[in-house]
Every structure is written in C-alpha cells, then in structure tokens.
C-alpha cells in the first residue's frame, strides 16, 4: 500500500515509506542503532525484487521484502554497518551479492557479481547503472535509475552523497579530492536537477537542492 504522498522520512522502528512510479515500487526503511536507510526495488511487471543495503535487523527486512522475489542485494560499501543482516538475507532469499571488488573484501559474504563504473543491475525489466564514487571507501558505489516515462531519475548513493554535502573522509585531503570530483563528474555533470537522491542515512535530497551548494563543500574540504 502506497502512503499518499512519499516524504522519504523514515525512523527506526517505524514504517516504510513507500513510492509506486511507473515501472518500480521503492520503499524505504531505516534499522539500527545507526539509521541505516535500506530500499527495496520492486519491478512492478514480475515483482522481482532488488535490495539497496542489507544494513541490520533481519526481521525488519523481512517484513520490507514480504512476498517479493528478491533476486539481488547491492551493497553499496564495505562499511560495516551497511552489511550486517546481508549473512541472513541472502541465506534466505539466495539473492546475488553485489558490489564493487575494491569493498569486496569488507563484506561478511562472498561477493558473486562484483561491478564496475558503467555496468548495469536489472531488477525485473529495469535497468539500474553503476556509478563508482571513489572517497568514501575505494569501492562505493551508486545505483543510478532513469524511470520510463514521467517516473524521472532516482539515484542511490549510499554514504557518498547526502542533504548538505559528500560522506566522511576522514580529513583526509586526497581522499575528499577524490570524493567530491566524482560525484561532481558523475552525478552533477550528468544528471538532471530534479533527480530523487536516496542516501544511506537521513532524509532524501535532489541533485538540483544540493547543486548550488558544491563549490561551497569544496571550499570548506568536507
């Protein structure tokens, strides 16, 4: 069941928020300790179905997942707290593991599909694009998705872009550089203003809201 108007706002114990567009259902969920948003993507003609983070709380993605057929989990970095029920989801679902190789090894599962910039990930008929954002950690990862249709552009960036600036880098020089130029590059450069972004933690933003804003992220080094 759809709410009457997607927000994006989620809490931890509390529901979904969903969103029905042509093509893909997206449903967001936030788990643990650490706020960890997970989305599921259904495919609305076969109801296949892909997990963005299987981050915590088996049960709560259980429920998120209910009579879907989940085929695939991205995780979209080797971050501890974005993998934690991924042992549990994939034992139960025989989902495929994806991610980038350079997090591969971070994870507490084999990774059967690693991914690369410029691949793609199907969920039923829809085609999702792999976008590498180097900083965060050597293999993060974006899932960009251009709706059919008025369904617009959605973007899943984990913790590599979020409301008011680019993930943690650790004041490390090098790796903000790195960060901030891909996701200028990659996403800025490429997208339009009103792509959805879906973070790993916290409320959604669009690339046009956070567009004014990069030179001034830049400027301040995080």
Known sequence: MSTPTYTGNVTVGGPA???ELPGLTISKVAV???ANN???LRA???GEALLVD???EPETLRA???DANLRTVVTTHGHWDHHRALPDVVRESGAVTVAHPADAADLPVPVQRPVEHGDTVTVGDQVLEVVHLRGHTPGSIALVWHGPGDAGVH???GDSLFPGGVGNTQKDPGRFTSLIDDVEERLFAVLPDDAWVYPGHGSDTTIGAERPHLAEWRERGW
Do not use: N, P, W
Request: hydrophobic content about 50%.
């Open 38 to 40: 997970a989305y599921l």
């Open 54 to 56: 299987a981050a915590a």
């Open 17 to 19: 928020d969903v969103r």
């Open 32 to 34: 643990s300790e650490m």
């Open 155 to 157: 973007v899943f960036t």
């Open 64 to 66: 998120l997942i209910g």
């Open 44 to 46: 609305t003609d076969t």
